[in-house]
């Protein structure tokens, strides 16, 4: 029966690792593809809600702090980004703790659940991201379709500032509900290939 625990979790640790070091890397694999489509999306946190469903919150504080950390040192993004990063992961767990509290019997996430994640997500990441965004970095985010809504925008309206909260919660919550929707296909997947062992 010891033994048997003890496998049991250290396949949960190299799970945990594996997952999350795999999912930073989708991570920065999504911010880069974002660039090359021509819809307005970030997908730099496109997996920080299923390491955080499946982990936990200091895995899912890992994933987005490295992802953020690989996208400064290699893709131009702003280190002053990093708490849009960490708040996706915070709100997460905080969405999924309520949820298990909420509903004990219930063993698995709802996909409701994942869908507030990423709302609320989204909302943070606006205010922190725009924020950021406005006032260091001119309302650029080195993703040329999301600064295109941006400029789209300011040609109505006349204002920088409030172009850039514009444009950044509308690019937000389409980015992070696509991801919650992603995160949680992730997720039930993942249950389903290991029964349930990773839960």
């Not at 997500?121 to 001119?138: C, E, H, P, Q, R």
Request: hydrophobic content about 50%; overall charge positive; charged content about 10%.
């Amino acid at each position: 029966m010891t033994n048997k625990k003890s496998y049991s979790s250290v396949s949960q640790i190299i799970f945990i690792v594996l997952f999350t070091a795999s999912s930073i890397g989708i991570n920065y694999l999504g911010s880069f593809l974002a660039g090359l489509i021509a819809f307005p999306l970030y997908l730099d946190s496109v997996m920080t809600i299923a390491v955080t469903a499946l982990c936990g919150l200091v895995p899912g504080l890992i994933c987005a702090v490295a992802s953020n950390l690989l996208l400064y040192i290699f893709a131009n993004t702003g280190i002053l980004f990093m708490p849009c990063h960490i708040s996706t992961a915070v709100i997460a767990y905080f969405v999924f703790r309520t949820e298990r509290k909420n509903h004990l019997k219930e063993k698995l996430l709802s996909s409701s659940s994942f869908m507030w994640a990423g709302f609320f997500a989204a909302l943070s990441n606006s205010i922190l991201g725009d924020t950021m965004s406005a006032f260091f970095y001119k309302a650029n985010t080195s993703i040329p379709q999301v600064d295109n809504a941006v400029q789209g925008i300011y040609v109505v309206i006349r204002n920088l500032n409030v172009a850039a909260y514009i444009g950044g919660t509308l690019t937000n919550l389409v980015d992070k509900i696509i991801s919650a929707a992603i995160c949680y296909a992730v997720y039930r997947l993942i249950l389903k290939i290991t029964k349930n062992t990773f839960h």
